[in-house]
């Protein structure tokens, strides 16, 4: 049983430039969640897609967006990137329909570097 | 806004004794609290979860965790250290829809 998978696991960008992230859940898992985590420091919540649309948002700016497919899959982009979108971008599943607080499964991550 | 306080960025414990880990979370009904586990370049685990019920639970690799309200705390805690436990360890409360809110992390270093 496959998790969280992510591609690519590392991606080497320039500043201005766009790039695209993408995300295959745990195996079950229809909802997923993509999180942002800095240099040392915790993961900082992106947003959430369920039923192909964005539920929830965290305090990040418009030139983050998102996209479920219908078999749950999941991208990430970014657009006009700066210095300091470097980082490691998490995808975490889970299931809507488990519990309300069904535990997060998490990917290995992207590990983005902007020049 | 919800917030998980993690004191200790960076301990160091020998083999074979015992650790804690502290973490303090901001106040709000019916916390959902979570310990994970990052080693190196890797996704995050689940070490344990808190929901409601009993205040100490169990977790994988040995590890429990016991909530008190009255303290607003969630430690972690292990009898008996052993190296492959060096990781990063997160300390995180879920809102609304698994939004999940983490800690900044402490670093766990293990000598022999």
């Known amino acids: 049983d496959a998790g969280v998978t992510q591609s690519p696991t590392h991606l080497i960008k320039t500043r201005g430039q766009q790039v695209t992230l993408r995300c295959s859940p745990k195996?079950?898992?229809?909802?997923v969640s993509w999180y942002q985590q800095a240099l040392g420091q915790g993961p900082q919540f992106i947003f959430q897609y369920y039923e192909e649309e964005e539920r929830q948002r965290g305090n990040f700016p418009d030139r983050f967006s998102g996209h479920q497919f219908p078999n749950y899959s999941s991208e990430l982009n970014v657009n006009a990137l700066l210095l300091g979108d470097s980082a490691l971008y998490l995808c975490?599943?889970?299931?809507?329909?488990?519990?309300?607080?069904?535990?997060?499964?998490f990917g290995n991550g992207t590990r983005l570097t902007v020049t | 806004a919800q917030s998980v306080t993690q004191p200790d960025i960076h301990i160091t414990v020998s083999e074979g004794a015992s650790l804690e880990l502290r973490c303090n979370y901001s106040?709000?009904?019916?916390?959902?609290l979570f310990w994970y586990v990052q080693s190196p370049g890797q996704g995050l685990q689940l070490l344990l979860k808190y929901f409601s019920g009993d205040t100490l639970v169990q977790g994988i690799k040995g590890f429990e965790a016991e909530f008190k309200r009255s303290q607003s705390s969630f430690n972690l805690r292990k009898p008996s250290v052993h190296w492959s436990d060096a990781a990063e360890y997160f300390c995180?409360?879920?809102?609304?829809?698994?939004?999940?809110?983490f800690g900044i992390g402490t670093k766990l270093q293990v000598i022999p």
């Open positions: 975490a599943s889970s299931s809507r329909t488990d519990s309300y607080n069904s535990p997060l499964h």
């Open positions: 995180a409360r879920s809102g609304g829809y698994q939004k999940v809110t």
């Open positions: 195996s079950g898992h229809d909802t």
């Open positions: 106040y709000g009904a019916t916390p959902y």
